[in-house]
T-cell receptor, first 117, second 113 residues
Framework: AQTVTQSQPEMSVQEAETVTLSCTYD???????LFWYKQPPSRQMILVIR??????QNATENRFSVNFQKAAKSFSLKISDSQLGDTAMYFC??????????????FGKGTKLSVKP | ETGVTQTPRHLVMGMTNKKSLKCEQH?????MYWYKQSAKKPLELMFV???????ENNSVPSRFSPECPNSSHLFLHLHTLQPEDSALYLC????????????FGSGTQLSVL
């Protein structure tokens, strides 16, 4: 069974600095999707960034980028120029490429990020 | 602004009550989901509906009863819940059940007394 592990329950960063959130996963599949979701105090889960495992190039969305290491089964999120609005819970998630359990994202337990002024 | 709206935002109920959670999506999607988010646990998929038909039920107790009358609306009917059912219940939708991009609502925070 696939598992997702986020080893950092809480992190903090100063505004304008860079922070990296860690995520490792376990799967026997070769094709899959990886995601980072953000959940601010409003509680809505918002997709931050998405990576397709068969693509070697790391995904980037503005200030958010990932370091995808397929062999190591590692998928870290880097937030550059941190802003106060980045304060949220961040969840790493995995989904089988073929959607074996349709819609079944496997989530980690989350990392609580606080951006300090 | 979210394309997925959930009501109520908060709900407190006794173990003998019957209540319903509502989800509405304005994105023209064909698949809808219920997830449970408990404190210090990963999100758990409860139900998946595709074109109003249930396609996944992850061994959820029968005290949770989903209903999907059309592709825009999803309900979760609750009856005789237990205190351990207290959690944030999140609704999500996607273009179809094979599409990996999910759009979430803001959830209903449920407390069972």
């Amino acid at each position: 069974a696939q598992t997702v592990t986020q080893s950092q329950p809480e992190m903090s960063v100063q505004e304008a600095e860079t922070v990296t959130l860690s995520c490792t996963y376990d799967t026997s599949e070769s094709n899959y999707y990886l995601f980072w979701y953000k959940q601010p105090p409003s509680r809505q889960m918002i997709l931050v960034i998405r990576q397709e495992a068969y693509k070697q190039q790391n995904a980037t969305e503005n200030r958010f980028s990932v370091n995808f290491q397929k062999a190591a089964k590692s998928f870290s999120l880097k937030i550059s120029d941190s802003q106060l609005g980045d304060t949220a819970m961040y969840f790493c998630a995995f989904r089988d490429f073929y959607g074996g359990s349709q819609g079944n994202l496997i989530f980690g337990k989350g990392t609580k990020l606080s951006v300090k002024p | 602004e979210t394309g997925v709206t959930q009501t109520p935002r908060h709900l407190v109920m006794g173990m003998t009550n019957k209540k319903s959670l509502k989800c509405e999506q304005h994105l023209g999607h064909n698949a809808m989901y219920w997830y449970k988010q408990s404190a210090k646990k990963p999100l758990e998929l409860m139900f998946v509906y595709s074109l109003e038909e249930r396609v996944e039920n992850n061994s959820v107790p029968s005290r949770f009863s989903p209903e999907c009358p059309n592709s825009s609306h999803l309900f979760l009917h609750l009856h005789t819940l237990q205190p351990e059912d207290s959690a944030l219940y999140l609704c999500a939708s996607s273009q179809d059940s094979t599409n990996e991009k999910l759009f979430f609502g803001s959830g209903t925070q449920l407390s069972v007394l």
